[in-house]
């Protein structure tokens, strides 16, 4: 077989195709032999990384550190250039990992670890018990087992680590043109885990035709605390008032009306729709704001929630929570649905009162399905006539 070190670039595509072994059991012990092939080659790769980083040819070349140098020349990760540098600094406090990487018991993942490991603990790294560990686990085990070994050798220096991680604790949002926001965060282990907590159960699929995608029903789960929170007054209050959301809206847009213009809904980088207004103002907190000719404010009345105290209370107690066939979110999750809406007429009477989640309200106005109550007062739901994009699927 050819060494990988003699081919031209333009053969590699040809490298499976032409020596690929014909037999499962080969192609097995094929992928063995050249991962700890790469496995070696990686120690070696850390050493020239390691001895790279003591010099200054990449503070002459202009970069800011080794990492950067490593990143643009050789084409790889910040977190990929660290671990290289942090292995090929610890080579010589762990040699019987070494040689246990040239025998096939543990990889070059197992030695990361343990070079982070010796760099964390300092003269309190000891190679014989972790090297034990690391040939008894897989690389993400292990990684996980040396925590738990820097904890006991050094437990002050893992405390002011972990009080480091909070400290760096982040949350990036960004508004697109088009009105979508981005959010990337770094969290600690006991924030990420209280947000995984928190998230993971309202995430579930909702029954055998949730077709949801696992990012899409997590999304749902983030929109869906945020609302609870803003519903059950959660946030922190403004003065008197309860923060909410805060839509402006002319009659025309509220009515649905051919013509009328897009809602403004604060922090939102782009209007919104009709449809939008309608599932907002379902159930919510009403403010009158009267406009002259002039758009000048001539009259503020009160807030006053649609559903509200004993008729809340009530719908509570005979729902129990979200009505959609097959949904098992709780009332406290929920949010007063109109069958008739009250901008049409609808009353405040329980038989044309619902509670749905906030998935399915959004379904019910955003998403043109209908939902009704029938003669026996079991809610029906039924699919919109005309869909955009793929078929319609069965209610969830």
Request: net charge negative.
């Amino acid at each position: 077989m050819l060494a990988t070190q003699d081919l031209q670039p333009s053969e590699f595509s040809q490298l499976a195709f032409e020596e690929r072994p014909d037999d499962g059991a080969d192609v097995d012990r094929e992928l063995i032999r050249l991962c700890r092939e790469s496995d070696l080659l990686d120690l070696q790769i850390a050493a020239v990384a390691a001895q790279h980083a003591e010099g200054d040819t990449w503070e002459q070349a202009g970069f800011n550190s080794a990492i950067d140098w490593m990143r643009f020349n050789c084409h790889m990760t910040s977190n990929t250039a660290a671990d290289l540098i942090a292995v090929g600094k610890n080579l010589h406090r762990m040699p019987e990992s070494v040689q246990a990487v040239g025998a096939g018991e543990i990889g070059y993942a197992h030695t990361k670890a343990m070079a982070r490991t010796a760099n964390a603990l300092g003269t309190k790294f000891h190679e014989a018990p972790l090297l034990e560990k690391a040939r008894e686990n897989s690389p993400g085990k292990f990684y996980y087992i040396c925590n738990h070994y820097r904890h006991a050798a050094d437990r002050e220096g893992y405390e002011a680590e972990q009080a480091g991680l909070v400290e760096n604790r982040q949350l990036w949002v960004t508004k697109c043109d088009d009105g979508t926001v981005l959010i990337n965060g770094h969290f600690d282990p006991e924030g990420g885990a209280a947000l995984i907590t928190t998230l993971e159960p309202l995430a579930r699929k909702s029954g055998a035709d949730d077709y949801r995608s696992r990012e899409k029903r997590m999304g749902d789960a983030a929109v869906d605390v945020a609302m609870h929170a803003l519903d059950s007054g959660l946030i922190p209050q403004q003065g008197s008032q309860r923060t909410h959301l805060n839509v402006t809206t002319s009659l025309e847009t509220l009515l649905g009306l051919p013509g009328a213009p897009a809602a403004e809904l604060e922090h939102a980088a782009v209007p919104i729709s009709s449809k939008t207004v309608e599932r907002l103002a379902c159930d919510a907190s009403v403010t009158r704001i009267l406009l002259n000719s002039e758009s000048v404010v001539i009259d503020v009345g009160r807030a006053k929630r649609t559903i509200s105290g004993p008729a809340r209370k009530a719908l509570n107690a005979r729902d129990k929570g979200c009505t959609w066939p097959g949904c098992e979110r709780s009332a406290s999750w929920t949010a007063g649905h109109h069958l008739k809406h009250w901008f049409h007429g609808g009353d405040n009477q329980p038989p044309n009162l619902t509670l749905l989640c906030y998935r399915h309200h959004w379904m019910v106005h955003e998403g043109n399905w209908q939902i009704l109550r029938g003669d026996d007062g079991r809610m029906l739901t039924i699919p919109p006539t005309v869909t955009f994009g793929p078929p319609s699927r069965g209610p969830d």
